[in-house]
C-alpha cells in the first residue's frame, strides 16, 4: 500500500512497482494510462463538494471566501479548479495549500476558508452541521486500475487476481 502523490502512484504503477492505482476520476482531468495495458474497473462513486464553516461568512462585504488548495499540480487541485469555474465561483485568494484532503477538511472546519473535498471526508461534520456545502457537488468516479503489461504478468499473483475478480463483482 503506496498512499502517496499522484503522480508518485501512477509512476509506481507504470514502473511495476504497484499492481493496483485506486483513485478518483473526473472527466475533465485525463489519467494518461493505455486502456490496453493498464484497465480500469469503476469501484465506486464520489463528490467533490464545496464546505465551508458556517462561522465563515460567504463572501461577505464583496470580498471573496478565502480559498483552501491542494495545489494546482495535484490532481485533486486540478478537479477543484475545474468545479470552481464550472460552479461560477469567484477566485477567492488562496490562504492555505495542502495535498492531503484531510488537512483542508480541518482547516475548513477552523474557519479559514473554503475547500473542495470528498462528500465521503465530510459526511459527518455536514450532517452535524460543523460544515456546510457552499455549492453543488462534482461527481466523481472511485477507479482501481490494474497493471496488465505484459511484462506484468508473471507477476500475477493468485492475490491480485483474486482483487481484480472482486473488483469486477457488484458491492
Not at 485506486?22 to 467533490?48: E, M, N, S
Not at 461577505?60 to 486540478?78: I, K, N, Q, T
Not at 478537479?79 to 495535498?99: C, K, R
Not at 452535524?128 to 457552499?134: I, K, M, N, T
Amino acid at each position: 500500500l503506496l498512499p502517496d502523490d499522484f503522480h508518485d502512484c501512477l509512476q509506481a504503477l507504470v514502473e511495476g512497482g504497484a499492481d493496483f492505482l485506486l483513485t478518483f476520476h473526473h472527466p475533465g482531468v485525463p489519467i494518461p494510462l493505455d486502456p490496453a495495458l493498464y484497465p480500469h474497473r469503476v469501484v465506486g462513486a464520489d463528490a467533490l463538494v464545496p464546505v465551508r464553516s458556517p462561522d465563515l461568512a460567504a463572501g461577505a462585504e464583496g470580498r471573496p471566501v478565502p480559498r483552501l488548495d491542494y495545489g494546482r499540480d495535484s490532481f485533486l487541485g486540478r478537479v477543484s479548479a475545474l468545479a470552481q469555474a464550472e460552479l461560477g465561483l469567484p477566485p477567492g485568494p488562496v490562504v492555505h495549500a495542502n495535498p492531503m484532503a484531510e488537512a483542508l477538511k480541518c482547516m475548513a472546519l477552523e474557519g479559514h476558508g473554503l475547500a473542495f473535498v470528498p462528500r465521503s471526508l465530510v459526511t459527518r461534520e455536514l450532517a452535524e452541521g460543523r460544515l456546510v456545502a457552499a455549492g453543488p457537488a462534482v461527481p466523481l468516479e472511485i477507479r482501481l486500475y490494474r497493471n496488465g503489461a505484459p511484462a506484468h504478468g508473471p507477476r500475477a499473483r493468485a492475490a491480485v487476481a483474486a482483487i481484480w475478480a472482486a473488483a469486477s463483482e457488484p458491492a
